[in-house]
């Protein structure tokens, strides 16, 4: 019998939605064994919080991608979520209370996001999503402009550039599509020029992400692994994370 918890019949349905792209609310509700208006009050939530776009009688997973290796968003916040909530806590926690961060684009700057949320502190970020969990009693939240990468919430261009350009930040908390011994990757050359952007702008950089990203490489070069401070990632990585110790200052396994 499938779980009637609204947050996990939501989970379910959008691991549907993601494995087809497209599907019919009458094929979600013989799918999951719940009524038609059942999933049309969850594909309103869904769609509200921007991972999905209704259509005429089903539903779409929010954005068709801008190339084919890199998963939208709605795929990545469904990876590794433990990983990325202990990541982000032991982010945040790096953060004092009055400073500022910079936070990356990303479901793993998303965990931090969360974790900082209701703290005083300034954040500026490059991410819908991000400002949205961040957004919170007294954290003040600043979300710099730009093309929004329909799909997964970042924004970039000129309007983002700019914007990075005139502020300053005690950290910068850096995420990463891939992490090898060349340095940081990410999925395109806009992404990867705005995080260099924000990264100028800190007094510290620190790489937040999990374990399944080491060892590969993404399309764009971010940086070398010289310019990050620290790394934070998750203790299933130690054996991963060992022959990046001389090259990274700081190692942290949460």
């Known amino acids: 019998m499938r779980d009637r918890f609204p947050q996990k019949r939501q989970q379910q349905m959008i691991d549907v939605i993601v494995e087809r792209r497209r599907v019919s609310t009458v094929d979600l509700a ?20 921007g991972v999905v776009t209704r259509t005429h009688g089903g539903v779409v997973a929010r954005g068709a991608g801008e190339n ?14 433990n990983l990325k909530h202990r990541i982000g806590q032991a982010a945040a926690a790096m953060l004092l209370d009055g400073q ?16 900082l949320a209701g703290r005083r502190a300034t954040v500026v970020t490059m991410d819908l999503k991000v400002a949205e969990a961040a957004s919170v009693g ?18 970039v261009g000129n309007w983002a550039k700019e914007a990075l350009s005139s502020i300053q930040a005690d950290i910068c908390f850096l995420a990463a599509d891939a992490l090898d011994h060349n340095g940081i990757t990410t999925a ?22 999990d ?15 010289e310019a ?7 203790r299933g990585g130690e054996a991963l994370v060992a022959p990046y110790r001389e090259l990274i200052p700081v190692i942290r396994l949460v």
């Open 228 to 234: 990050i401070d620290e790394l934070i990632t998750d």
């Open 100 to 115: 500022v961060a910079l936070l990356d684009s990303g479901t793993t700057a998303l965990a931090t996001a969360r974790a």
């Open 68 to 81: 084919g290796t890199e998963p939208l968003f709605l795929e990545k916040i469904r990876q590794n979520q």
């Open 138 to 155: 007294a954290t003040e939240v600043h979300i710099v402009g730009g093309r929004v990468r329909n799909g997964y919430f970042s924004l």
């Open 188 to 209: 395109t050359f806009d992404e990867a020029e705005t995080k260099r952007i924000a990264m100028s702008r800190a007094k510290r950089i620190v790489a937040i992400t």
């Open 30 to 49: 013989a799918h999951l064994g719940i009524s038609l208006p059942t999933v049309r009050r969850d594909l309103a939530v869904l769609e509200q919080a």
């Open 211 to 225: 374990h399944s990203k080491f060892g590969k490489r993404a399309f764009a070069e971010v940086c070398g692994l």
